[in-house]
């Protein structure tokens, strides 16, 4: 069973930074990808940016140069580091953990944290 929980949502004016947390239990951390979504009002959820399990980054261009994944798998933890935020950052933010299971692969879902950003 995997849970994942995170952390770091808040307010921020335009030009800010907040980095978010995903911290994961469960024992397959190590061989999963991590990634970070995101998901406006009225909107659909869009990938920022992915982590695979041998720390390969990819990000969307909406947030190339400016937001940055990381993990640290000895603490089964993830995070975004987010720069120069705009407004049309604004949105609730997810981590995702993709485990490639044998017989079909597997996403688990944290629970969302808010991020506004005021300008």
């Known amino acids: 069973q995997v849970h994942l929980v995170e952390s770091g949502g808040g307010l921020v004016q335009a030009g800010g930074s907040l980095r978010l947390s995903c911290a994961a239990s469960?024992?397959?951390?190590?061989?999963?990808?991590m990634g970070w979504y995101r998901q406006a009002p009225g909107k659909e959820r869009d990938v920022l940016a992915i982590?695979?399990?041998?720390?390969?980054?990819t990000y969307a261009d909406s947030v190339k140069g400016r937001f940055t994944i990381s993990r640290d798998n000895a603490k089964k933890t993830a995070w975004l580091q987010m720069n120069s935020l705009k407004p049309e950052d604004t949105a609730v933010y997810y981590c995702?953990?993709?485990?490639?299971?044998?017989?079909?692969?597997?996403?688990?879902w944290g629970q969302g944290t808010q991020v506004t950003v005021s300008s």
């Open positions: 982590i695979t399990s041998g720390g390969t980054t």
């Open positions: 469960g024992s397959i951390f190590s061989i999963s990808a």
């Open positions: 995702n953990l993709h485990y490639p299971a044998i017989y079909g692969s597997e996403d688990y």
